[in-house]
């Protein structure tokens, strides 16, 4: 069971970030796609770095809500296996 806890809340945490454009003279402009690894297929476009921010953040604020049981999408303290 272990296991696919942690298997679980390692999807909930995953993202392709995918960046198409920059300006060089302008570094917060920046476009690209944010795609979250939970098999859902949402993909969510950005046009600055702002943007990405927001739209990470709410990514996972949702993926926390659909936890729900108590597990959560943020990262925790790590047990040490010996």
Same mark, same amino acid.
């Given at each position: 069971?272990?296991?696919?806890?942690?298997?679980?809340?390692?999807?909930?945490?995953?993202?392709?970030?995918?960046?198409?454009?920059?300006?060089?003279?302008?570094?917060?402009?920046?476009? &690209?796609?944010?795609?979250?690894?939970? &098999?859902? #297929?949402?993909?969510?476009?950005?046009?600055?770095?702002?943007?990405?921010?927001?739209?990470? #953040?709410?990514?996972?604020?949702?993926?926390?809500?659909?936890?729900?049981? #108590?597990?959560?999408?943020?990262?925790?303290?790590?047990?040490?296996?010996?």
């Amino acid at each position: 069971m272990y296991i696919g806890i942690m298997s679980e809340i390692s999807m909930l945490k995953s993202f392709v970030v995918r960046v198409y454009r920059h300006d060089p003279d302008q570094p917060s402009k920046v476009t &690209g796609v944010i795609e979250p690894l939970d &098999g859902s #297929g949402d993909k969510r476009p950005f046009t600055d770095t702002s943007e990405m921010n927001a739209i990470l #953040g709410a990514i996972l604020t949702e993926r926390d809500k659909k936890a729900g049981s #108590g597990l959560s999408a943020r990262p925790g303290p790590v047990a040490k296996v010996r």
